[in-house]
């Protein structure tokens, strides 16, 4: 099937840094609630959409809507806004980028400013740029005018739309972790009708630790929760496949090992892939996995959890790139997992 782009455009343009979700929720609830599914939100803002209520074992897919953004610090005399960044960012992504920044009073878009490399010394010309040397210019004639449009504890994002590309593939900025709540919520409505309860879950702060998931995790008590997420791409130049495995574009959903993964999902998982010809790669997370599984699966007595990751190209920047065949490939594998459910909980660790 083809990706819901108009659905996809607006979830991905919403504006929304961890701690500041608000924009991409509501995005969410309002596309669940068009498909016919039962919403509720949580007190930090998460946004449940839930197929079956009540039906069989509950299926918990994690997909977090946060993206890395910044936040205004200070806005100085000259009308110039400096910021920290929110999440992990390479400060050179960051150079030469538009911004959106969101305050209580509207939203103004803005540029990031740095020294033109005309009157930079030798020396400096040398350096990488570091994210204290940047700022925010809204064209502000100083700093009252300046703080019409930000203040300290606003927050902005990259203004960077969706580009389709060649072979259907398609780049934004935000795809870290919004196309994982798109194949949660296109999961749940493929699931309307099976006899799993399947709850997805648009969950905020997860490029900051996490609350958003382990708050769902408790609040759900899930019989199983499936993290849903994105993974390196090693398809490009300069990444080594010896240390990062083998996931191009096009290989289908990486399934993670290790650390937080509980393996009779995991195996769970593989068996459905190969009944039903899904393909898939394995990858290895041997201290932490880095995603909502981290927190899903520690809450009370523990809840069985792995992860289900799409591959990404060039991860917290602002074209990150997928392909819809790994974005398919990941929904199909997921709701036959839901449909399969029934008949393999409790899922017990080998």
């Given at each position: 099937m083809a990706l819901d782009l108009d659905f996809l455009k607006r979830l991905l343009a919403a504006p929304g840094a961890s701690s500041f979700e608000s924009r991409p929720a509501e995005t969410f609830r309002a596309r669940a609630e068009e498909l016919g599914l039962?919403?509720?939100?949580?007190?930090y803002g998460t946004v449940f959409a839930v197929a079956n209520p009540g039906a069989g074992p509950r299926l918990l897919l994690s997909g977090h809507i946060d993206e890395i953004g910044l936040l205004i610090t200070h806005v100085d005399d000259d009308g110039f806004?400096?910021?920290?960044?929110?999440?992990?960012?390479?400060?050179?992504?960051?150079?030469?980028?538009?911004?959106?920044?969101?305050?209580?009073?509207?939203?103004?878009?803005?540029?990031?400013?740095?020294?033109?490399?005309?009157?930079?010394?030798?020396e400096d010309r040398r350096k990488t740029a570091?994210?204290?040397?940047?700022f925010i210019d809204v064209g502000a004639s100083g700093k009252s005018d300046a703080e019409e449009?930000?203040?300290?504890?606003?927050?902005?994002?990259?203004?960077?739309?969706?580009v389709e590309l060649r072979n259907g593939r398609i780049a934004s900025k935000a795809i870290d972790?919004?196309?994982?709540?798109?194949?949660?919520?296109?999961?749940?409505?493929?699931?309307v009708g099976l006899g799993s309860e399947v709850v997805a879950s648009a969950t905020v702060q997860e490029e900051i630790g996490g609350v958003g998931s382990a708050a769902a995790s408790y609040r759900w008590s899930p019989d199983v929760a499936i993290a849903i997420d994105v993974t390196h791409a090693t398809d490009v130049p300069g990444i080594a496949k010896k240390q990062e495995g083998d996931h191009p574009l096009g290989s289908g959903p990486e399934l993670s090992i290790g650390s937080y993964v509980q393996?009779?999902?995991?195996d769970a998982l593989r068996d459905v892939a190969e009944a039903q010809s899904i393909p898939y790669t394995v990858g290895?997370?041997?201290?932490?996995?880095?995603?909502d599984a981290d927190f899903l699966a520690k809450v009370k007595a523990g809840v069985p959890t792995a992860v289900v990751s799409i591959p990404n190209r060039y991860m917290h920047s602002p074209n990150e790139t997928v392909d819809p065949t790994d974005v398919e490939a990941a929904i199909a594998l997921l709701t036959a997992f839901a449909e399969a459910l029934p008949g393999r909980v409790p899922i017990a660790q080998p």
């Amino acid at each position: 099937m083809a990706l819901d782009l108009d659905f996809l455009k607006r979830l991905l343009a919403a504006p929304g840094a961890s701690s500041f979700e608000s924009r991409p929720a509501e995005t969410f609830r309002a596309r669940a609630e068009e498909l016919g599914l039962t919403t509720e939100r949580d007190a930090y803002g998460t946004v449940f959409a839930v197929a079956n209520p009540g039906a069989g074992p509950r299926l918990l897919l994690s997909g977090h809507i946060d993206e890395i953004g910044l936040l205004i610090t200070h806005v100085d005399d000259d009308g110039f806004g400096w910021f920290k960044g929110v999440g992990g960012w390479d400060p050179m992504q960051l150079v030469g980028q538009r911004v959106r920044v969101v305050s209580r009073d509207g939203d103004t878009v803005g540029v990031i400013g740095k020294k033109p490399i005309h009157l930079m010394s030798a020396e400096d010309r040398r350096k990488t740029a570091k994210i204290e040397d940047l700022f925010i210019d809204v064209g502000a004639s100083g700093k009252s005018d300046a703080e019409e449009a930000m203040r300290p504890g606003d927050f902005a994002v990259i203004e960077q739309p969706l580009v389709e590309l060649r072979n259907g593939r398609i780049a934004s900025k935000a795809i870290d972790d919004r196309i994982g709540a798109y194949v949660a919520l296109e999961t749940a409505r493929r699931s309307v009708g099976l006899g799993s309860e399947v709850v997805a879950s648009a969950t905020v702060q997860e490029e900051i630790g996490g609350v958003g998931s382990a708050a769902a995790s408790y609040r759900w008590s899930p019989d199983v929760a499936i993290a849903i997420d994105v993974t390196h791409a090693t398809d490009v130049p300069g990444i080594a496949k010896k240390q990062e495995g083998d996931h191009p574009l096009g290989s289908g959903p990486e399934l993670s090992i290790g650390s937080y993964v509980q393996r009779g999902v995991l195996d769970a998982l593989r068996d459905v892939a190969e009944a039903q010809s899904i393909p898939y790669t394995v990858g290895t997370a041997p201290r932490r996995t880095g995603t909502d599984a981290d927190f899903l699966a520690k809450v009370k007595a523990g809840v069985p959890t792995a992860v289900v990751s799409i591959p990404n190209r060039y991860m917290h920047s602002p074209n990150e790139t997928v392909d819809p065949t790994d974005v398919e490939a990941a929904i199909a594998l997921l709701t036959a997992f839901a449909e399969a459910l029934p008949g393999r909980v409790p899922i017990a660790q080998p």
